[in-house]
């Protein structure tokens, strides 16, 4: 039997592991980072557009801080996200970004003086204070109060993930490449590391731990249609799943971006619009102000991408030989601006549409694009259900993005999230809990399960072609399970992806080779994919609302007396063919937010009965309090800097001081 | 509209699995071309309609990671960006040279690129760890955007497929890594000195083994300018070596 022993087993190479396992490992611990790819070719390398944080240094930043950033957040999740998380994220971004720059990211810059943008298809002169200059600049992007989205030209994700691996290489902390977790070890309380399958050699090993960490990206690959990498299929998720004790939440909340290339799926980032870049119709007509007067093309994704599908339907659509789709055009920023800031999307639109983006308009339609669920995590980025086991990044809900998150603050969520699960892991694995008291029969047991699973896949005798039956189900969820949801299609889904299930228990693998084999790859994971793709499903059945990204004609309203609540989804049972749902309710009564209009969307919330209540608790401690500084007043609402690391509780300076 | 007959495709795939007893082989395959098809598309047809067992390797599928580095015709290149409209009916694909293979179109460049990571410690250098609570040190944004020029390297391996030295010498770190130190020369926030720098790439293992061939620069698909770069740490080199 093969065993190899590690204090910290982090499963994930991309930005949110790489942050976490450098936090242990700087803490002393012995790290060990497995990834089905070498780390910087993790998809955390194709974000674009840039990361959230509220440094305040631009003039369109002024006035910026942590408040105005959580409530931008709490709004683009329309309420459903954990404010005590949200107000960690916000306070902790301005260090993320800070020790990235440390780090070696080249953050562009303020240039002091004046310069031209684009707003609101206008052109516009900014002038940026002289004593900015040189320090981190920031853009605008969707469903963002302030200009806080700080980039590096349009490869802000690839700056960021090559600082931060090289800085795991620095730290010396071994990447295991090209090895997937199938199986977490655990014995139905506490997780002890995971079942690793060698993508080369085929050769399963126990990895044994004090902590897990699951740091596996998010889960587009369910969809046909996504901005998503190949290798993005939820696995970290689907194996916590599948220990039958791990909890996820909130699998209905997916996310569709505005701006993928139509039909290729490639993302053109949010960074178009945030720079002035508009949508428009096959009449060339600019749509998106006749629908939302107040935000236009930078209303929330959610928002945006229905209004894109709803234009579409009432037939204002471009025709392709591929079908209907919508244009972006940039063609007002500029060949410079373009040159400079928005290099990635010209590559891809010479690349895969053999235009100008300087020049012609980029045909878009919305594109699957982001996991708001994933493993149900508390506070500190522990895992509900099992000790031992964490999660961090897009696999987790730690719930910062509730039903929608904002474009920018996913990649700062990965830096501020492994900032702080890293410094706990490194606490459990300083305390009695952290012991190493694994049997190495609860290994072996694990071990010839997975044998028999893979054994089975290959010897089995099946009929069914797992490519075939993957394809049915990614085009089952981009059909009915997208951007506009409603009972009778998701019933539908329901039936047809158990169906599905059924069926892919005889799967044929013809390719016998015990090492690489693609087909058995997609064999084993197309069997947890069909069960995030229930979990999706039959979260989006059972949530009789409309909240974020989960729309439904059918109850198109969004219904907090009913639904402030978390979804929650286990399979207990390895034979059931559902998952066991439940919920979690979220307190209105110690929101520092209480539930509102979101400022863009639509207005017709059905109100939840402490809301009210709340909100004149929440002004009368305003009130009563009107000589008392914004840290004090925020720390009476809703105290948070104890969940915090101690490192990471110090105020945020900015160069203009505190607004 | 009638759609025009769509070419017949005819690709040369280089074979292998390292431990099997069959030598290198080309084979064939034949598909339809359709409408934007690129090698992504191409490859991923013909593993799920002819052959499951085909090996590649495909993350971003936008030219954005460097997954897919593979000979096209001879010439190193990424797959997922390369349209088969641009090739013509017939045409080859193999894996990249240099880098161990993992079979078939897959190599494995990862721990290439961790190797020479380690060596040249492609990281910052600093003395004192960040205060995170304060101001960010200043940058020129000029500055900021020069290193981000380097940045942009994907480690795709294409510049070490193309090298003439690499070839021969297993050591050498190549455009990838020249250009790394390149950067990190730059990077007023990494404390290391030309003295460092010659220290690690002031040797054949290092700048003074390109040939000047720069087969990398004509290669590179991010169009990174690695004649310029190697050419001006060549002369910092040179004039650290004459100290
Ligand atoms: C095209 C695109 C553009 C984006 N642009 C932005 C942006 O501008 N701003 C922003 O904030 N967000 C953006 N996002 C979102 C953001 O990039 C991601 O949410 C984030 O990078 C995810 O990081 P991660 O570390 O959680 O996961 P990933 O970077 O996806 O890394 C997952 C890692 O897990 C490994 N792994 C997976 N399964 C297993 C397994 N079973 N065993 C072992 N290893 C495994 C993989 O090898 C990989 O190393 C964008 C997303 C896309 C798709």
């Given at each position: 039997?093969?065993?190899?022993y590690?204090?910290v087993?982090v499963?994930?190479?991309g930005?949110?592991?790489l942050?976490?396992?450098?936090?242990a490992r700087?803490?002393?611990?012995?790290?060990?980072?497995?990834?089905?790819?070498?780390?910087?070719?993790?998809?955390?390398?194709?974000?674009?557009?840039?990361m959230?944080?509220?440094?305040?240094n631009?003039?369109?930043?002024?006035?910026?801080?942590?408040?105005v950033?959580?409530?931008?957040?709490v709004r683009?999740?329309?309420?459903?996200?954990d404010?005590?998380?949200?107000r960690?994220?916000?306070?902790?971004?301005?260090?993320?970004?800070?020790?990235?720059?440390?780090?070696g990211?080249p953050?562009?810059?303020v240039?002091?003086g004046?310069?031209?943008?684009?707003?609101?298809?206008?052109h516009?002169?900014l002038?940026?204070?002289?004593l900015?200059?040189?320090?981190?600049?920031?853009?605008?992007?969707g469903g963002t109060?302030?200009w806080?989205?700080?980039?590096?030209?349009?490869?802000?994700?690839?700056?960021?993930?090559?600082?931060?691996?090289?800085?795991a290489i620095?730290?010396?902390?071994?990447?295991?490449?090209?090895?997937?977790?199938?199986?977490?070890?655990?014995?139905?309380?506490?997780c002890?590391?995971?079942?690793?399958?060698?993508l080369?050699?085929?050769?399963?090993?126990?990895?044994l731990?004090r902590?897990?960490?699951i740091?596996?990206?998010?889960?587009?690959?369910?969809?046909?249609?996504?901005?998503?990498?190949?290798?993005n299929?939820?696995?970290?998720?689907a194996i916590?799943?599948?220990?039958?004790a791990?909890?996820l939440a909130n699998m209905e909340?997916?996310?569709?971006?505005p701006?993928?290339?139509?039909?290729?799926?490639?993302?053109?980032?949010?960074?178009c619009?945030g720079?002035?870049g508009?949508?428009r119709?096959?009449?060339?007509h600019?749509?998106?102000?006749?629908y939302?007067?107040e935000?236009k093309?930078?209303?929330?994704?959610?928002?945006?991408?229905r209004r894109m599908?709803q234009?579409?339907?009432?037939?204002?659509g471009?025709?392709s030989?591929?079908?209907q789709?919508?244009?972006?055009?940039?063609?007002?920023?500029g060949t410079a601006?373009?040159?400079?800031?928005?290099?990635?999307?010209?590559?891809?639109?010479?690349?895969?549409?053999?235009?100008?983006?300087?020049?012609?308009w980029?045909?878009?339609?919305?594109?699957?694009?982001?996991?708001?669920?994933?493993?149900?995590t508390?506070?500190?980025?522990?895992?509900?259900?099992?000790?031992?086991?964490?999660?961090c990044?897009?696999a987790?809900c730690?719930?910062?993005?509730g039903?929608?998150?904002?474009?920018?603050?996913?990649?700062?969520?990965?830096?501020v999230a492994?900032?702080?699960v890293?410094?706990?892991?490194?606490?459990?694995c300083?305390?009695?809990?952290?012991d190493l008291?694994?049997?190495?029969?609860?290994?072996?047991?694990f071990l010839?399960?997975?044998?028999?699973r893979?054994?089975?896949?290959l010897h089995?005798?099946?009929?069914e072609s797992p490519?075939?039956?993957?394809?049915?189900?990614?085009?089952?969820?981009?059909?009915?399970v997208?951007?506009?949801?409603?009972?009778?299609?998701?019933?539908?889904?329901v039936?047809?992806l158990?169906a599905l299930?059924?069926?892919?228990?005889?799967?044929?693998v013809g390719?016998?080779?015990?090492?690489?084999?693609?087909e058995?790859?997609?064999?084993?994971?197309l069997q947890r994919?069909l069960?995030l793709?229930?979990c999706?499903?039959?979260?989006?059945?059972a949530?009789?609302e409309?909240?974020?990204?989960h729309?439904r004609e059918?109850y198109?309203?969004?219904?907090?007396?009913?639904?402030?609540q978390r979804?929650l989804a286990?399979?207990?049972?390895?034979?059931q063919?559902?998952?066991?749902?439940?919920?979690?309710?979220?307190?209105?009564?110690?929101?520092?937010?209480?539930?509102g209009?979101?400022?863009?969307?639509?207005?017709?919330?059905?109100?939840?009965?402490d809301?009210e209540r709340r909100a004149?608790?929440v002004?009368?401690l305003?009130e009563?309090?009107p000589?008392?500084?914004?840290?004090?007043?925020?720390?009476?609402l809703?105290?948070?800097?104890?969940?915090?690391?101690p490192?990471?509780?110090?105020?945020n300076?900015r160069?203009?001081?505190?607004? | 509209?009638s759609?025009p007959?769509?070419?017949?495709?005819?690709?040369h795939?280089?074979?292998?699995?390292p431990?099997?007893?069959?030598?290198?082989?080309?084979?064939?395959?034949?598909?339809?071309?359709?409408?934007?098809?690129?090698l992504?598309?191409?490859l991923n047809?013909?593993?799920?309609?002819?052959d499951?067992?085909l090996?590649?390797?495909?993350v971003?599928?936008?030219?954005?990671c460097?997954?897919c580095?593979?000979?096209?015709?001879?010439?190193?290149?990424?797959a997922?960006?390369?349209l088969?409209?641009?090739?013509?009916?017939?045409?080859?694909l193999?894996?990249?040279p240099?880098?161990?293979?993992?079979?078939?179109?897959s190599?494995?460049?990862?721990?290439?690129?961790r190797?020479?990571?380690?060596?040249?410690?492609t990281?910052i250098?600093?003395?004192?760890?960040?205060?995170?609570?304060a101001?960010e040190?200043r940058m020129?944004p000029?500055?900021?955007?020069?290193?981000?020029?380097?940045d942009?390297?994907?480690?795709?391996g294409?510049?070490?497929?193309?090298c003439?030295?690499?070839?021969?010498r297993?050591?050498?770190?190549?455009a990838?890594?020249?250009n790394?130190?390149?950067?990190f020369?730059?990077?007023?926030?990494d404390?290391?000195?030309?003295?460092?720098?010659?220290?690690?790439?002031?040797?054949d293992?290092?700048v003074?083994?390109?040939?000047?061939?720069?087969?990398?620069?004509d290669?590179?698909?991010?169009?990174?300018?690695?004649?310029?770069q190697?050419?001006?740490?060549?002369?910092?080199?040179?004039a650290q070596?004459?100290?």
């Amino acid at each position: 039997m093969r065993i190899f022993y590690t204090d910290v087993l982090v499963v994930g190479g991309g930005l949110a592991g790489l942050r976490a396992a450098v936090g242990a490992r700087r803490r002393g611990h012995d790290v060990t980072i497995l990834s089905l790819v070498p780390p910087k070719r993790s998809h955390s390398a194709a974000a674009q557009g840039g990361m959230q944080a509220s440094l305040a240094n631009t003039t369109k930043g002024a006035g910026d801080n942590e408040d105005v950033h959580f409530e931008d957040t709490v709004r683009g999740s329309d309420w459903g996200c954990d404010q005590v998380v949200a107000r960690m994220f916000a306070h902790t971004a301005p260090k993320a970004v800070r020790e990235l720059a440390a780090w070696g990211v080249p953050w562009n810059r303020v240039t002091a003086g004046t310069r031209e943008v684009v707003m609101d298809g206008k052109h516009v002169t900014l002038e940026e204070p002289a004593l900015a200059h040189g320090l981190i600049t920031a853009r605008d992007f969707g469903g963002t109060k302030k200009w806080r989205t700080c980039y590096v030209s349009d490869g802000t994700g690839h700056a960021m993930l090559y600082a931060v691996s090289d800085r795991a290489i620095a730290e010396g902390i071994p990447v295991h490449e090209r090895k997937e977790a199938i199986a977490l070890i655990h014995d139905g309380g506490r997780c002890h590391g995971a079942i690793v399958r060698d993508l080369v050699s085929g050769d399963l090993t126990a990895y044994l731990a004090r902590a897990t960490c699951i740091a596996t990206g998010g889960f587009g690959r369910l969809y046909r249609s996504t901005t998503n990498a190949v290798i993005n299929e939820g696995m970290g998720a689907a194996i916590a799943l599948e220990t039958g004790a791990a909890t996820l939440a909130n699998m209905e909340a997916v996310q569709f971006h505005p701006t993928a290339i139509f039909p290729a799926g490639i993302l053109v980032t949010e960074g178009c619009r945030g720079d002035g870049g508009v949508l428009r119709d096959a009449a060339g007509h600019r749509f998106m102000p006749d629908y939302e007067p107040e935000k236009k093309e930078l209303a929330s994704r959610d928002v945006v991408s229905r209004r894109m599908e709803q234009h579409l339907r009432a037939g204002h659509g471009a025709t392709s030989p591929f079908g209907q789709h919508l244009w972006l055009d940039i063609t007002l920023l500029g060949t410079a601006h373009i040159d400079g800031k928005l290099r990635e999307v010209k590559e891809i639109c010479r690349n895969f549409l053999g235009i100008d983006p300087a020049r012609d308009w980029i045909a878009v339609r919305p594109a699957q694009h982001y996991s708001m669920g994933g493993i149900r995590t508390d506070a500190t980025g522990a895992a509900r259900g099992l000790v031992g086991l964490y999660a961090c990044g897009e696999a987790a809900c730690w719930d910062l993005h509730g039903f929608n998150r904002l474009g920018g603050n996913s990649v700062a969520e990965t830096v501020v999230a492994g900032m702080i699960v890293g410094e706990h892991i490194a606490d459990l694995c300083e305390s009695s809990d952290g012991d190493l008291t694994f049997s190495t029969a609860l290994a072996a047991e694990f071990l010839s399960r997975e044998e028999a699973r893979l054994g089975a896949l290959l010897h089995g005798g099946g009929a069914e072609s797992p490519v075939a039956l993957m394809t049915r189900m990614q085009t089952l969820m981009t059909d009915n399970v997208g951007i506009f949801r409603r009972g009778d299609l998701l019933q539908d889904a329901v039936t047809e992806l158990r169906a599905l299930s059924v069926r892919a228990r005889n799967l044929h693998v013809g390719t016998q080779r015990r090492g690489a084999n693609p087909e058995l790859v997609t064999a084993y994971r197309l069997q947890r994919m069909l069960k995030l793709s229930l979990c999706v499903t039959e979260g989006a059945l059972a949530r009789t609302e409309s909240r974020g990204a989960h729309f439904r004609e059918d109850y198109p309203r969004r219904d907090d007396a009913t639904w402030l609540q978390r979804t929650l989804a286990t399979w207990p049972d390895p034979e059931q063919a559902t998952p066991t749902l439940a919920y979690e309710p979220l307190d209105v009564m110690s929101m520092e937010l209480p539930p509102g209009w979101r400022g863009y969307g639509a207005r017709d919330a059905i109100e939840h009965p402490d809301t009210e209540r709340r909100a004149r608790e929440v002004a009368a401690l305003r009130e009563a309090r009107p000589a008392a500084d914004r840290h004090a007043l925020q720390a009476a609402l809703l105290p948070f800097l104890h969940l915090l690391p101690p490192r990471l509780r110090g105020p945020n300076a900015r160069a203009g001081g505190d607004a | 509209m009638s759609a025009p007959t769509p070419r017949r495709l005819t690709i040369h795939i280089l074979r292998s699995a390292p431990g099997d007893d069959a030598t290198p082989h080309f084979e064939a395959f034949r598909i339809d071309e359709s409408e934007g098809m690129t090698l992504f598309i191409a490859l991923n047809e013909i593993r799920a309609n002819l052959d499951p067992s085909l090996q590649f390797d495909f993350v971003c599928r936008a030219g954005i990671c460097g997954s897919c580095g593979m000979l096209i015709n001879g010439r190193p290149g990424l797959a997922c960006s390369t349209l088969t409209h641009d090739l013509g009916t017939e045409f080859t694909l193999a894996p990249l040279p240099v880098f161990a293979v993992i079979g078939d179109l897959s190599v494995d460049t990862g721990r290439w690129m961790r190797a020479m990571s380690e060596r040249l410690e492609t990281w910052i250098h600093a003395t004192t760890d960040a205060d995170l609570d304060a101001v960010e040190p200043r940058m020129e944004p000029a500055l900021a955007e020069a290193i981000y020029e380097a940045d942009r390297c994907i480690e795709c391996g294409c510049c070490i497929a193309a090298c003439g030295t690499a070839q021969m010498r297993p050591d050498f770190v190549g455009a990838v890594g020249l250009n790394k130190i390149a950067r990190f020369r730059l990077d007023p926030r990494d404390e290391r000195e030309d003295a460092d720098h010659y220290a690690l790439v002031g040797n054949d293992d290092g700048v003074f083994g390109c040939m000047t061939l720069l087969g990398c620069h004509d290669v590179c698909p991010k169009g990174l300018s690695l004649r310029s770069q190697i050419a001006y740490l060549r002369r910092g080199m040179a004039a650290q070596g004459l100290r």
